[in-house]
Every structure is written in structure tokens, then in C-alpha cells.
């Protein structure tokens, strides 16, 4: 057993020894993995459309890359635009398609920012009818801060 070089080391948890003596190696496994991040976010937007539009996308995918963030919408057309849509009335269902997508946008914004820390720039997406899908692309001020920042693809520039 090694001897301990303080008294008050015996009575100090794991936790805190390493919070104080190695600061550098808990602020970094403090830091959400990318997978972490993307999940996150997903399960966020999820809600966020359920809550401000009553209909949940079947599906969100979030990539990240570099300053850019990639969402993709599955099943993202509401009841009322599909009825539309399928009545024959295509450009007033993507009229308010487009019309709801600008209403949410700015809680779009403010939880893309909330979970991933960083500001955002820019927000460009279309939807696809006939598909259902919706595509997003975030644009950021950086590279959201992560564990493993080596899984984050990078753009070549």
C-alpha cells in the first residue's frame, strides 16, 4: 500500500482529487463526446417540433462539421400541409411549410446554440414535399468544443 504523502489526502473522495490536483483532465471528460452532442440534439428538436407545431418528425439526424451543422427532418410534414398537399394544393402547403419553418426558427436557433455553446450564424433549410424530408444546415461562429474532437469531420478549405 502506498504511503500517503498528506493527512489530508486519506479522507479526500476520488473525485475531488482529481477536480483539484489534475484540473486539466476533468474539464476535458467533462466535455459531451460529438455523439453525445448530435443525440442531444436531436431528441431536442424532436420536442421542440412536437411542442410548437404538435407534430413530431419521425426522425432527426444531426451531423456535425467543423462550423456547420447538418439536420435532416424525416416525416417533417404536419398533418394540415399533407392535407394540402395531397388535395392539389402543393404551393399553399409549402407556403405554410415556409411559413411555419420562420415562426420556429428562432427557437430552432436558440436550442441549436443552448446545446452545442456556440452562436449561430446563419440557418438554411428546404423541404421536400413529396418526401416529407426537410434538410437544415447550421451555420456557426466554431467548432462546438467536444471530448473527441478528432471524430469531427473537417471541411477542406
Not at 409549402?94 to 436558440?110: G, R, Y
Request: glycine share 4%; aromatic share 2%.
Amino acid at each position: 500500500m502506498p504511503k500517503l504523502l498528506n493527512n489530508n489526502l486519506k479522507h479526500m473522495s476520488l473525485d475531488t482529487f482529481i477536480w483539484e490536483k489534475c484540473p486539466s483532465m476533468t474539464q476535458e471528460s467533462s466535455k459531451p463526446t460529438r455523439g453525445q452532442l448530435e443525440r442531444s440534439l436531436s431528441q431536442r428538436l424532436q420536442a421542440l417540433y412536437r411542442d410548437q407545431l404538435g407534430h413530431q418528425p419521425g426522425k432527426v439526424t444531426c451531423q456535425l462539421f467543423d462550423e456547420k451543422l447538418a439536420i435532416i427532418l424525416e416525416d417533417s410534414i404536419t398533418p394540415p400541409e399533407q392535407l394540402l398537399a395531397d388535395r392539389g394544393q402543393t404551393e399553399l402547403a409549402q407556403q405554410v411549410h415556409s411559413e411555419l419553418d420562420e415562426a420556429i426558427q428562432p427557437q430552432l436557433k436558440a436550442v441549436i446554440e443552448e446545446v452545442l455553446g456556440v452562436n449561430v450564424l446563419d440557418i438554411l433549410s428546404d423541404t421536400t414535399l413529396e418526401t416529407g424530408r426537410t434538410g437544415i444546415i447550421a451555420v456557426l461562429d466554431l467548432t462546438p468544443e467536444v471530448r473527441n474532437p478528432e471524430a469531427v469531420p473537417k471541411v477542406k478549405k
